[in-house]
């Protein structure tokens, strides 16, 4: 059924379902497993996307667990990142679909950088420069 998918493409494709991006999941099911549209489509469609639950890798001490933990409430998801791929030694992709499902699971929106609102702001002033060299 995976068409030689990773456990960690499957979860991120998951993930993108869970996000409302199903586009996205299809794309990169065929980019990843070369099939068809249909296909990819079909294979999407039949993903359970419920709830997944996060189980925390056995290695991780209380200590470790509270630092990445601390990183989320924080905001810091890359530091979340970093931390649970230093404690487990697992490759980052893997750290970031985990840290991601956790968020999810504990129901912390991931922030978007404020670059994308910045640009706005840039955008939006220099839209006004027009009107304010005409009045």
Same mark, same amino acid.
Not at 30 to 51: D, F
Not at 52 to 76: F, R
């Given at each position: 059924?995976?068409?030689?998918?990773?456990?960690?493409?499957?979860?991120?494709?998951?993930?993108e379902?869970?996000? +409302?991006? /199903? #586009?996205? @999941?299809?794309? %990169?099911? &065929?980019?990843? =497993? !070369?099939?068809s *549209?249909?296909?990819? $489509?079909?294979?999407?469609?039949?993903?359970?996307?419920?709830?997944?639950?996060?189980?925390?890798?056995?290695?991780?001490?209380?200590?470790?667990?509270?630092?990445?933990?601390?990183?989320?409430?924080? +905001?810091? /998801? #890359?530091? @979340?990142?970093? %931390?649970? &791929?230093?404690? =487990? !030694?697992v490759? *980052?992709?893997?750290? $970031?679909v985990?840290?991601?499902?956790?968020?999810?699971?504990?129901?912390?929106e991931?922030?978007k950088?404020?670059?994308?609102?910045?640009?706005?702001?840039?955008?939006?002033?220099?839209?006004?420069?027009?009107?304010? #060299?005409?009045?």
């Amino acid at each position: 059924m995976s068409d030689n998918l990773t456990e960690e493409q499957i979860e991120t494709i998951r993930l993108e379902l869970q996000a +409302g991006r /199903k #586009l996205n @999941a299809v794309k %990169l099911h &065929k980019q990843w =497993t !070369g099939s068809s *549209l249909v296909a990819a $489509k079909n294979y999407v469609e039949s993903l359970p996307v419920g709830p997944q639950t996060v189980t925390w890798d056995k290695d991780l001490d209380g200590k470790q667990i509270d630092e990445i933990l601390d990183a989320i409430q924080e +905001g810091s /998801k #890359l530091k @979340a990142i970093k %931390l649970y &791929k230093e404690s =487990t !030694g697992v490759r *980052l992709k893997e750290s $970031k679909v985990f840290i991601e499902r956790l968020m999810h699971e504990l129901g912390i929106e991931q922030r978007k950088g404020c670059a994308a609102t910045i640009l706005l702001f840039v955008i939006a002033g220099i839209a006004t420069i027009p009107f304010l #060299l005409h009045s």
